[in-house]
Every structure is written in structure tokens, then in C-alpha cells.
């Protein structure tokens, strides 16, 4: 053992011990109010990196789970989440955040246990000691990805932008889903 053991395990005891933040990718980082293509360029919300910045001030870490785009030309396939998913990680890291894991289904069956609103991404990752749900909270811009966040008991944040086609359908959808909603990122962030 080298002479800053110690010291390198301090560290790594208090990064394991920041709070988490768990978020989806596709209108909550990216936007989604046209149709993705996989090799089209993501384009970043405005206001996001201030927001990961300011969350990371904050003494937040990020984990992600994320499902195919809600509004698409075509399915992602797993090459491209992990094309995206390499550049969320360095978008993070450019204005000092820290991407714990992201977790991703590449399906849209619900029946699957891994895609939204089953919880089955939720749960691996607190089973991988990734977060503690009922001590963390989730961001979404879907109902369903609030129903997901809920059914583990984390506190569900719907982002819904004003120009976003997903809006929450109706009042019917959101009986029974405990969630606060935010204008965006930056406007959730700014909140804490």
C-alpha cells in the first residue's frame, strides 16, 4: 500500500456519501420537442449546464435512467445510448459534475420490467448501491417516469417545458403520482 491509501480512501468515502440525483436524458437534459433520428445532434437544453453546475455546488452526484426518446424517427440501439451516454458524461464533467451510472432499456415493450413505469431500472441500481431511493429524488419529463420514480419511493420531478409536446395528457394520468413540476432543469436546481 502507497503512502496516500488513506488519503485516497477518505475521498472515496465522501464521494460515496453525496446525495444523488437520478434523471432522465430526453427532455430533462435533451431536448425532445422534435423527433430524434439516432446520429442526429443532441441539443442541450439551455440553462442545463448551469443547473448540473449548481447541483454539483450543491453536494448532488447523478445517476441515470433513461428509455428510448419519447418522441423519435426509430428505436436507439444500444450502440447509440452508449454514444449518448459517453457524451452526457462529458457533458457533465465540463462544468464539474459526476455521473455515478446510467442505466438505459432499449425496448418500448411495457410489459418488460426494465422500461418505464416498471421500476426494474430503479431497482438494480439501488441493488448495485448506485442510490437510496427513498432519499433521493428522480426527474422526469413523462408521467411515466414518474410512476417509475414513485413505485420505489423516490420524490418524482416532472420537468415540463413549455414548448414541449409531452405534456402531462390529463388529470386522469396523474391521479395517484406524487411529483413536483419544474419549467426545467435549471428551474428545479434553482430550487433546492
Known amino acids: 500500500m502507497g503512502r496516500y491509501t488513506g488519503y485516497l480512501n477518505d475521498i ?3 464521494q460515496a456519501n453525496r446525495k444523488v440525483i437520478g434523471l432522465t436524458l430526453f427532455g430533462v437534459l435533451y431536448e425532445n420537442t ?6 442526429d445532434q443532441l441539443e442541450v437544453i439551455t440553462g442545463v449546464e448551469e443547473a448540473i453546475s449548481l447541483l454539483t455546488q450543491k453536494g448532488y452526484d447523478f445517476l ?3 428509455g428510448q426518446p419519447p418522441a423519435r424517427t ?14 452526457t458524461r462529458s457533458l457533465f464533467e465540463q462544468v464539474g ?3 455515478k451510472n446510467a442505466y438505459y432499456a432499449p425496448g418500448v415493450d411495457k410489459s418488460d420490467p426494465y422500461v418505464k ?3 426494474g431500472m430503479f431497482e438494480r441500481a439501488k441493488n448495485e448501491d448506485m442510490i437510496q431511493w427513498k432519499e433521493s429524488i428522480y426527474i422526469g419529463a413523462e408521467i411515466n417516469d414518474i410512476r417509475a420514480a414513485n413505485k420505489v419511493g423516490a420524490e418524482g420531478v416532472l420537468i415540463k417545458a413549455a414548448n414541449s409536446p409531452l405534456k402531462t395528457k390529463a388529470f386522469e394520468l396523474t391521479q395517484g403520482v406524487n411529483f413536483k413540476e419544474f419549467a426545467s432543469l435549471l428551474d428545479f ?4
Open 12 to 14: 472515496w468515502k465522501l
Open 34 to 39: 422534435k423527433s430524434f433520428t439516432p446520429g
Open 64 to 66: 441515470i435512467i433513461t
Open 74 to 87: 426509430r428505436l436507439l440501439q444500444i450502440q447509440d445510448f452508449e454514444n449518448i451516454l459517453g457524451a
Open 97 to 99: 459534475g459526476r455521473v
Open 117 to 119: 413505469p416498471n421500476p
Open 189 to 192: 436546481a434553482k430550487s433546492l
